[in-house]
């Protein structure tokens, strides 16, 4: 896999799929999420995946794999209320915008 990205791929327009975490990193029949096969050999692959995560639904995402953490005793409940309060803080940042 080559993440170099040459200035002519840099220089073109991002797809439309660009952070949307429901096709860059969708749900498999098995219930879990996996990079999108065709996503491999787009050159804009580390932005949008890094944008889909930072996005509301990425956050939401990760407030789900925090309580996973917990009931598998893999966090106290101190962690996982510090972390889902960072999460939130950062949701309603997004949803401010």
């Not at 949307?20 to 787009?42: A, K, Y």
């Amino acid at each position: 896999m080559n993440l170099i990205i040459s200035e002519k791929e840099a220089k073109e327009a991002p797809p439309s799929c660009l952070g949307n975490l429901d096709i860059v990193f969708p749900v498999d029949e098995n219930g879990l999420r996996r990079i999108c096969e065709n996503c491999f050999s787009c050159a804009h692959v580390r932005t949008c995946l890094q944008e889909a995560m930072e996005s509301e639904a990425g956050l939401r995402f990760k407030e789900e794999r925090i309580d996973q953490a917990y009931r598998h005793g893999l966090i106290n409940a101190f962690q996982r209320w510090s972390e889902k309060k960072h999460l939130q803080r950062s949701i309603n940042g997004k949803k401010g915008k």
